[in-house]
């Protein structure tokens, strides 16, 4: 997840870097690049597209952004609906005490029989800290010998967090549909140019030892 919000964030500054590349010296009958589209399009993907009268690419952004949304919230609502259910489970058949549980209070009952098995191992494992965080009654459980019974509590575990997995996936799947529409609208306005011309500027530090590089597009 912190490796795709990197990536998402050196987009970002790609394209920044690209808007003020827009206000450097430019021929005189040259028009320069209306920033306000491109705002509206990083705010509300397809709205930049419309704005400059193209509502067939307008729309397309538009129609996958609503669909991403709906997704999105589907997804989340999944995965909340499969919670509440593996919850009631475990409290029915493992006599779980349901309030201020973890995720990992939930993965470790899905492993374990009952907490005496979980800290039984543990001690072996010389973990004490394991150990210690299940010292307290309230985080009992006891599946009472049914192995099936915590293989289905565990089915329903897995699918929600699979649905909060997806739901993850599609929040940066907007994100993406908002630049992409952002980088779409920077075309549309300078696809009239003939030529552009793209720079790498290294940049050196002597006290960090470290080489960077900065990219500038001039239109």
Do not use: C
Not at 201 to 212: A, E, I, K, S
């Amino acid at each position: 997840m912190v490796q795709t919000l990197s990536k998402i964030t050196l987009i970002i500054i790609f394209i920044l870097q690209v808007i003020v590349a827009q206000d450097l010296v430019l021929e005189k009958n040259t028009p320069k690049v209306k920033l306000a589209p491109i705002i509206k399009s990083l705010v509300i993907p397809g709205t930049g597209e419309f704005s400059l009268g193209n509502k067939t690419r307008g729309r397309v952004f538009s129609l996958v952004e609503s669909a991403l949304w709906i997704t999105t919230i589907g997804s989340f609502l999944m995965s909340n609906i499969d919670q509440r259910e593996f919850q009631v489970f475990a409290s029915e058949h493992a006599n779980v005490f349901v309030s201020r549980k973890d995720r990992e209070f939930w993965v470790d009952i899905g492993n374990y029989d009952t907490r005496e098995v979980f800290i039984q191992e543990h001690l072996r494992f010389r973990d004490n800290d394991a150990v210690e965080r299940y010292k307290n009654i309230e985080w009992d459980w006891d599946w009472k010998g049914s192995t099936s019974q915590r293989e289905s509590f565990e089915s329903m575990r897995i699918s929600s967090d699979r649905w909060a997995l997806a739901g993850k996936f599609f929040i940066g799947g907007i994100v993406l549909n908002h630049i992409v529409s952002a980088i779409d609208v920077l075309y549309l306005q300078n696809r009239f140019l003939s030529t552009g011309k793209i720079t790498f500027v290294p940049r050196y530090d002597p006290v960090t030892t470290n080489l960077t590089y900065s990219l500038i597009v001039q239109f």
